[in-house]
């Protein structure tokens, strides 16, 4: 779970749907730029809290999540999006695997051959702790792409991110490819099944990861339950594992909890 929240504002391993269609959505029939708030909160168990091969360890994490976004148009197809995010992993045993981090962005998207396609850019802060020992400070350029499909209650929404990240540590700067497919399946009015299975590869470019390639795959399955328009509650489990050309860096985690994805 904490692996794709990584990906772009508001975007969450479980219960995304929603969150992804209001992020992905530009206000197609506003001329005047628009405020909203997304607000996320996820109680999480994990089998893995340090992302280990050797030293597993089972703990609970909360997560809070919240983006500002400013959107707007420059022309009748090109929209424009000005965000600051920020969110951290605080743990209920394990505090040396807490994390945090805080994003300053803007974007452009404009639909191509009906995919809505973007370019962006984000002003990254990385912290160990909550918000304690500054990582790195990073920049990151993406470009990405997705589309929604809809047959009858299911609904997927392919996505496609590739992104290069600049930092001033070198250790941290690789290319990153997300491949994930978002799936919905409506039950009802209010209940939904969603999964989102997604694969991600690293290369690393510099510093000691230099040479280093990881890929990680994972899948979702979670039942949500749409609270109001701008409410849902998602709960379910999902299911990470990792593989790389440095061994120490192999690992399997599965995850389980709710998450309340709100909307303003």
Do not use: C
């Not at 299975?197 to 290369?203: D, G, S």
């Amino acid at each position: 779970m904490r692996k794709l929240n990584a990906l772009a504002s508001a975007f969450g391993l479980l219960g995304m749907q929603q969150a992804l269609a209001a992020d992905e959505a530009a206000p197609e029939g506003a001329h005047r730029p628009q405020w909203s708030v997304l607000v996320s909160f996820s109680p999480t168990y994990t089998t893995n809290a340090h992302f280990s091969r050797d030293d597993r360890r089972r703990d609970v994490y909360a997560e809070p999540d919240v983006t500002l976004r400013l959107d707007g148009k420059l022309t009748s197809d090109i929209s424009y999006r000005l965000y600051g995010r920020s969110s951290f992993g605080g743990f209920g045993q394990e505090d040396v695997a807490n994390e945090a981090f805080a994003i300053l962005g803007a974007r452009l998207a404009r639909t191509i051959w009906d995919w809505r396609t973007s370019v962006s850019y984000e002003h990254r802060f990385e912290y160990r702790g909550v918000y304690q020992d500054l990582l790195f400070i990073a920049d990151d350029v993406q470009i990405s792409t997705t589309r929604d499909f809809s047959y009858g209650p299911f609904t997927i929404a392919p996505i496609a991110q590739l992104s290069y990240r600049f930092a001033d540590v070198p250790e941290a700067r690789r290319y990153r490819l997300d491949l994930l497919l978002p799936f919905e399946a409506k039950i009802t009015s209010r209940w939904s099944l969603v999964s989102i299975p997604f694969v991600e590869a690293y290369w690393f470019t510099d510093g000691l990861n230099e040479g280093r390639q990881d890929i990680i795959y994972s899948t979702s399955l979670g039942l949500r339950y749409s609270i109001a328009n701008n409410i849902s509650l998602t709960t379910g489990a999902s299911y990470e594992w990792r593989t790389s050309n440095v061994p120490l860096r192999h690992y399997r985690e599965l995850e389980i909890g709710p998450r309340l994805d709100m909307a303003f």
